[in-house]
């Protein structure tokens, strides 16, 4: 069995600045790709950011320059550094984790952690 565990949402005034922390665990070979995705009220849910294990990023258009991705392979950790926010980043984020487990490949989400933004 896998865990996905996020932590580090809030409420944040504009232009201010929060991280999230995700951490995989449990029978895990190896992990593949780990993001972030968000889904605001009414909307669909999103990538915001996500990162390969070699390092390979990419970043939805709206985050470019005020988001940074980082993990780190040996913890299955990622983290989401949120700079400038703005209103519109207000949502649930959730944690993705793209998994080797002794049952095969698998995709595992968190329960997810909310962030708002006050204007």
């Known amino acids: 069995q896998v865990q996905v565990v996020e932590s580090g949402g809030g409420l944040v005034q504009a232009g201010g600045s929060l991280r999230l922390s995700c951490a995989a665990s449990g029978r895990i070979f190896s992990t593949n790709a780990m993001g972030w995705y968000r889904q605001a009220p009414g909307k669909q849910r999103e990538l915001v950011a996500a990162?390969?294990?070699?390092?390979?990023?990419n970043y939805a258009d709206s985050v470019k320059g005020r988001i940074t991705i980082s993990r780190d392979n040996a913890k299955n950790t990622v983290l989401l550094q949120m700079n400038s926010l703005k209103p519109e980043d207000t949502a649930v984020y959730y944690c993705?984790?793209?998994?080797?487990?002794?049952?095969?490949?698998?995709?595992?989400w968190g329960q997810g952690t909310q962030v708002t933004v006050s204007s």
């Open positions: 993705h984790a793209d998994v080797w487990t002794p049952t095969g490949r698998h995709d595992y």
């Open positions: 990162i390969t294990s070699g390092g390979s990023i």
